[in-house]
């Protein structure tokens, strides 16, 4: 099994995750043309996708799933209150809904979605599995809860948000309302709440770890590398970046 990034921040989303010849997306925030670009990029075609997860309504992560779904013919899957969401914003109709704490299998892969705290209808994220690897992506969410712990703890791989750094949040430009949200509990993990719930997971079979969905504004590659990896113990290098215009290349479990 291996993963890549087209894309992460506040501008879009997407990963793509392959075993065998399944290919899943989770999140798919960039235009039908843009996603197929992307795609290209990592070698694959846009209807070489099967299917995309999608983990909540905002812009970002389900802006381009409707279109790119009709074009290219993937299955859409996503829980009923995001779905219910994101009707007025042409989400796919014929999606499939699945349940925030069920398993469920696409191809060669199987899916477990687990709900985390955001400020969404009903956002999950996702652990994806070859049965013999685990890649837990985390994206969005406003603090650690004891099931997200337990779901992402033998994780071989791990894409998890460090959105901000506290110091440039309260000291930016932002709004004092959007600044509260994005710090709140519903809101996004920082670079410190991201290193901590690293640590409650971290075990020595893990093989990758990537930062993502980090704000332009509000955090830099250092900060989160550097919270990550004091976090893990390791250099600073060893910890990957998702970057909104590149996202990373593939990454093999």
Known sequence: MRFASLGSGS??????????????????????????????????????????????????????????????????????????????????????????????????????PFPVPHDAREPVQFVVTDGARRLGVLTDAGHVTPHMVAMLASCDGLVLECNHDLRMLAQGSYPQSLKHRIGGLWGHLDNGAAASLLTQVCHSSLRHVVAAHLSEENNSADLARGALSAALGCEPDWVGIATQEEGFAWRDL
């Open 11 to 112: 501008r879009g989303n997407a990963l793509l995750v392959e075993s065998a010849t399944t290919r899943v997306l989770i999140d798919a925030g960039f235009g039908p043309r843009e996603i197929s670009r992307r795609l290209e990029r990592l070698g694959v075609a846009a209807d070489e996708v099967d299917a995309v997860l999608v983990t909540h309504e905002h812009s970002d992560h389900i802006g381009g799933v409707s279109a790119s779904a009709r074009r290219f013919g993937w299955k859409v899957l996503l829980t009923h209150g995001t779905l219910a969401a994101s009707r007025g914003a042409d989400a796919c109709m014929s999606a499939t809904v699945i349940d925030s704490h069920a398993a469920v299998s696409v191809g060669d892969l199987c899916v477990q």
